[in-house]
């Protein structure tokens, strides 16, 4: 039988998204938060999760902070003028330096990542130890401290009390669903910080808080097709709550079968070991219908790439997206301008963004190209257009999930395989080999 699977979103720019996750709560399970961005929104992270209560959980988002990434994600470039001279100047992004306030050792991490990344000589025992402590104090308090400071949380207070006789606590909805281990990323085998991961381990394992602890894998891909590797990963990372995976370079439309079969060993083999549930970080609907072998949820964004290469810049622009539910896939801007172009995209959805180009492509209007143009015209803003995107998204992954959450495997491949039936007839626009692929890795046993 099928194994429900939940499915959070990763939020990934919260200004965009926020009216879609309050408007479609019930199009999704629950929130995957960086930290930063918790950091720096916390009180509108209040306001929202009061208002949908969906559980959450928190991405500390420590590895950033030891690769290359943290001089393009932790940072920016400044221009400053100094008597009439222009010069640039790096400095934090205003969300890491909020997060970075709530570390112990806050000066000397700021001043440090403002130059570079952190060294691996930096976490002598009482640096490390401090460090996971401020990560985990912050996952644990920082909504319950809006709480408290939050007029809306008096005001339910007093409301309750005078309609129901009784005081609603918000404590258990602000509190994350766990807490995540900070973590940094092992790029091969012989990683210098695999130690520092296990040292970090072992410290939260004495952090004491009654919240349930989530350990990260944190690998690059062909990792988990590293059997010595793996044994030893799977003894040291051993009794936690439950295991986030996160693969640096998994990309399930352009992995092949046997980078994704690798991906389903990994995943069997750390349910049969540990028997706890696993979160697939970055995973999107191919993690779905993995649920049988063992994964619980997955969390994906709106916005951003559904994958994510570690050594690969951060998330850059919000961006049109539009999901076509019979290839699985999603299409850019321009992608989609030319599907709409050819096909009638409401055989498959009736979301306002489908009924309104189907409308227009029925309508008098003659060029097809200027219909289409309407939806991506200079007057819409970014905002609009991008909220169209997402809604269309958000109601197709629901379907999709629900009918996962309803069938088996084997019910799973012959959708599939009628799916790439239904996608051959849009061949040019989209491309479905992947499908191939996913049936190939769903049917492995
Ligand atoms: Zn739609």
Redesign the pocket.
């Known amino acids: 039988m099928p194994k429900k699977i939940d499915y959070y979103i990763r939020i990934g720019r919260f200004t965009h998204e926020r009216e879609v996750l309050e408007e479609f709560v019930e199009n999704y399970d629950g929130l995957n938060i960086p930290a930063n961005i918790l950091a720096y929104y916390s009180k509108a992270f209040y306001v929202l999760i009061s208002k949908i209560k969906h559980s959450y959980f928190i991405d500390p988002q420590t590895y950033v902070f030891a690769s290359r990434l943290s001089n393009d994600v932790v940072t920016r470039t400044v221009e400053i003028e100094e008597e009439g001279k222009k010069r640039e100047e790096r400095t934090l992004k205003k969300s890491y330096d909020k997060l970075l306030d709530f570390y112990q050792d806050s000066q000397f991490l700021k001043d440090t990542l403002k130059n570079g990344p952190l060294s691996i000589a930096y976490f002598n025992d009482i640096k490390l130890k401090d460090f996971v402590n401020s990560s985990l104090n912050f996952q644990q308090e920082i909504l319950l401290e809006e709480s408290e400071k939050s007029a809306i949380s008096k005001y339910d207070r007093i409301y309750a009390g005078t309609e129901n006789h009784q005081i609603i606590d918000q404590t258990n909805i602000m509190k994350p669903a766990f807490l995540t281990l900070p973590y940094f990323y092992i790029e091969n085998d012989s990683s210098p910080w695999y130690k520092i991961n296990i040292s970090i381990l072992n410290i939260a394992k004495n952090y004491r808080t009654d919240l349930k602890k989530y350990a990260v894998f944190c690998l690059e891909k062909t990792l988990i097709s590293n059997t010595k590797f793996i044994v030893k990963l799977l003894s040291d990372y051993q009794g936690f709550d439950g295991y986030i995976v996160f693969i640096s370079g998994f990309d399930q439309w352009s992995n092949s079968s046997s980078e994704l079969k690798n991906f389903k060993k990994f995943i069997e083999l750390l349910h049969d070991t540990y028997k706890k549930p696993i979160i697939h970080n970055y995973g999107t609907i191919l993690s779905a219908y993995l649920n049988e072998i063992g994964i619980s949820c997955f969390s994906s964004g709106i916005y951003i790439n559904n994958s994510k290469n570690i050594d690969e810049e951060g998330m850059g622009r919000v961006k049109f997206r539009y999901y076509v539910p019979s290839s699985h896939s999603i299409l850019n801007q321009n992608e989609s301008k030319n599907y709409f172009l050819k096909f009638d ?1 409401t055989s ?7 009924e309104y180009i189907k409308k227009q492509k029925t309508g008098n209007i003659p060029q097809d190209l200027v219909i289409i143009d309407r939806i991506f015209r200079p007057g819409n803003t970014l905002k609009q257009i991008t909220r169209k995107s997402s809604k ?1 998204f958000l ?2 992954m629901k379907k999709e999930i629900d009918f996962v959450n309803e069938h088996n495997s084997t019910e799973y491949i012959e959708r599939l395989t009628n799916d790439t039936g239904m996608s051959n007839n849009y061949s040019g626009v989209v491309t479905n080999s992947h499908l191939r692929r996913w049936i190939d890795v769903i049917g492995d046993t």
């Open positions: 995209p498959e959805c009736t979301c306002n963004l489908c269309h109601i197709n």
